[in-house]
């Protein structure tokens, strides 16, 4: 069993923290389309529990989801049993001939994964690059640096039906890393279940990732919203385009 995303957090994220797979949707469907990409597979890095890949489903695409969580692969697995999923590092998986790639929620920016450092994710790129169809497109987020002030710490608490989750969150800005301790209470029978989960993101700047995607070949937008959802404060998207031969 995996360390990060467990049972609870993994049933709790899938609960109450939806709303930027859901949100996000309708957005990267809308480029999908700008892109002439009306079907065909779609590789989700990160897939967590499913929601984006169901949306996926429902719009006539085929999907190949991966993420580290065997809980969340679970979830997703009941959830959207049309599509392929593996548990996995999105660093390690064989991507296979695709349409696009997609990785969303900050998928790249999680430390938590033994195999993320800056070469491998270059590597990634490169391979990304190299399965996309020409015309193909790598949709993606990252975390920047600024969302907590200096020496400061932010703290809170969301809840839902028969679970609590707290948040405390802080920015190591000379290692360039947000640290998030998450503490969840779920019950379970008559008691609730106390797990505790301390996740590592390292936080980029999107000027230097637009960059790199350009000197493998991409064609690179970046911007700050998928249609009409923009994301949280901090968080910037790629749109990265292969482009057809000369």
């Known amino acids: 069993m995996s360390e990060w995303y467990k049972e609870d957090l993994a049933f709790i994220h899938d609960d109450g923290f939806r709303d930027y797979a859901l949100k996000s949707a309708p957005g990267i469907l809308e480029i999908l389309r700008q892109n002439k990409i009306n079907s065909g ?7 967590g529990s499913g929601l984006w890949a169901n949306e996926l489903v429902k719009s006539n695409y085929q999907v190949l989801g991966v993420d580290i969580s065997e ?7 009941n959830r959207v049993p049309q599509a392929k999923f ?5 660093f ?3 991507i296979p001939p695709c349409h696009a790639v997609t990785s969303i929620s900050e998928c790249l920016s999680y430390l938590f994964d033994a195999d993320n450092n800056r070469q491998n994710l270059i590597q990634l790129f490169r391979r990304i690059y190299q399965a996309l ?10 975390v920047e640096a600024g969302q907590i002030a200096i020496g400061n710490k932010t703290k809170n608490f969301t ?3 028969n679970w609590l989750v707290l948040v405390e969150k802080e920015e190591l800005r000379s290692q360039n890393i947000l640290t998030r301790r998450i503490i969840t209470f779920r019950q379970v029978g008559e008691y609730y279940r106390r797990d505790e989960e301390i996740h590592y993101v390292q936080l980029y700047r999107a000027t230097q990732i637009a960059t790199d995607l350009r000197k493998i070949g991409f064609r690179v937008q970046t911007t700050r919203n998928y249609g009409s959802y923009y994301l949280p404060k901090g968080n910037a998207a790629f749109i990265a385009r292969k482009p057809f031969p000369d």
């Open 41 to 47: 597979l779609v590789v989700d890095l990160g897939c």
């Open 159 to 161: 809840e839902g039906k």
């Open 86 to 90: 593996y548990v996995g590092s999105v």
């Open 133 to 142: 169809t020409p015309g193909g497109v790598f949709i993606f987020d990252i």
């Open 92 to 94: 390690k998986i064989a």
């Open 71 to 77: 809980a969340m692969i679970a979830i997703a697995q």
